[in-house]
């Protein structure tokens, strides 16, 4: 009989690229004129703003040095990440993570997608296209180390079958691809967990089979409620159960948490609830506070269910802050198993 052997929760911003140094301060830079920032209880809000309700409350966290610490916090998580696989042994890979115009256009955007095809085509650095010309090489580096390299990774038809046909019996209407649409690719949230999470790892020349499970966290208005995530995790779970071939399976949820604001209060919320493998502190999570690129918690709520039956072996939080406003994002890491 096949199982879920462990579940993996992993932020993968481009803050944990190397140059980290330059980077944290030019994405301080361009925060100040964002104008897709939201405050803790999803309010739009300036850069000034923030700058002005900080009042000096994250000075403290800036500077090469703090930085430094920071970057090096994660690194040691995301390498933890690669052991504890190691170890595991997994030999299928089921990655929620959340497309943000990668695949889907705005005139169609499915709640839940789930891949069936053969291979997992990475884009190549593809810029989105309102990123300004003088800016398109440094997000493009950037794009690419998190793994949006042009690979082909492997996929698993038969297993995204199966995931989806009893995802269907359990009560979950979900978009089937047997291929990508148009000339779309796959983008960073399923890069990083098949390229940067694994080097190092015997699966890291591409190897590792996978099924892309697509959540909509960002984009009103069908993106799924916090106990809808919770509940498809469980039923991932029982998916793999049913899965022929007494496979081991990793869901890996990618992403997250709070950005490009740091919120620590709804990051630790998360964070304890998951520690816990509190059920209902998961499932209660306010939606007015998962927007923007905090939405990519719901990918962690799902591993959360999916991995209910395991044991919470570790969790790693560093709240990485880049500028005096509180921009940033909340780098967080764990395994269960």
């Not at 190092?200 to 916090?226: D, H, K, R």
């Not at 793999?240 to 490009?260: C, K, T």
């Amino acid at each position: 009989m096949s199982s879920v052997v462990a579940g993996i929760g992993t932020s993968h911003s481009i803050m944990l690229a190397p140059g980290h140094h330059e980077l944290w301060a030019t994405r301080a830079e361009q925060d100040q004129t964002d104008t897709g920032l939201v405050d803790a209880q999803g309010t739009p809000r300036t850069y000034d703003e923030l700058l002005a309700q900080a009042d000096g409350r994250f000075d403290d966290q800036l500077g090469a040095e703090q930085w430094q610490s920071k970057w090096d916090e994660a690194q040691a998580a995301i390498q933890r990440i690669r052991d504890d696989l190691i170890a595991l042994e997994p030999d299928l890979l089921l990655i929620v993570g959340d497309d943000q115009r990668e695949l889907f256009y705005e005139t169609l955007q499915p709640a839940l997608a789930v891949f069936m095809g053969q291979k997992v085509q990475m884009s190549a650095g593809q810029v989105p296209h309102d990123v300004p010309p003088e800016r398109a090489d440094k997000i493009r580096e950037f794009l690419t180390w998190l793994g949006c390299d042009g690979r082909a990774h492997p996929g698993d038809p038969d297993a995204g079958l199966h995931i989806v046909r009893s995802l269907v019996k359990q009560g979950f209407d979900v978009a089937s691809m047997n291929g990508l649409p148009g000339d779309r690719e796959f983008g960073h949230a399923f890069g990083w967990a098949l390229g940067p999470m694994l080097t190092g790892t015997p699966w890291a020349e591409a190897t590792m089979p996978s099924v892309p499970i697509m959540l909509n966290t960002y984009f009103p208005p069908n993106q799924p409620t916090s106990a809808r995530c919770y509940d498809l995790g469980v039923a991932l779970a029982n998916a793999v159960a049913d899965l022929p071939g007494d496979r081991r399976v990793a869901v890996v949820g990618s992403g997250g948490l709070s950005h490009f604001v740091v919120d620590e209060e709804i990051d630790r919320q998360v964070i304890e609830a998951m520690r816990a493998q509190d059920a209902e502190a998961l499932r209660s999570l306010p939606e007015h506070r998962l927007d923007s690129g905090t939405s990519e918690i719901r990918n962690w709520i799902t591993v959360g269910g999916a991995s209910e039956h395991l044991s919470t072996q570790w969790v790693s939080y560093v709240p990485a802050y880049r500028s005096p406003a509180g921009t940033g994002v909340g780098l967080a890491f764990g395994v269960w198993s």
